[in-house]
């Protein structure tokens, strides 16, 4: 998130610069997609993202178990960013939301 609020602007983690693309998942997919590919990590960030905003540099694309998954075929801008925040989880393990303003 520091280079987010620094440049205005992220490119994406390794993963998304290798796949050519950054990876999104819905409120409902965040906790699967935290737990599977982030699992054991610490100081991660949670980003809610204006999919609106983005237009058409979001495509809706099939994935884990036949999901479909934003994916944002752009830099993420710092405008389209709703909320962030430290991630926490609930008391059932659910990953938080951060809270929008």
């Not at 998942?25 to 990590?41: C, N, R």
Request: charged share 20%; no cysteine; aromatic share 6%.
């Amino acid at each position: 998130m520091a280079a987010l609020e620094h440049e205005g602007s992220f490119a994406g983690a390794p993963v998304d610069l290798a796949d050519g693309y950054i990876h999104l998942s819905t409120a409902a997919q965040l906790t699967e997609t935290v737990d599977k590919h982030f699992a054991g990590q610490h100081d991660l960030h949670i980003a809610a993202v204006d999919l609106e905003a983005l237009g058409d540099k979001i495509r809706w694309e099939e994935s884990r178990g036949g999901q479909l998954f934003p994916h944002l075929y752009a830099p993420m801008t710092l405008d389209t960013v709703v909320a962030y925040s430290p991630m926490e989880r609930d008391h059932d393990g659910t990953v938080r939301l951060p809270v929008t303003g």
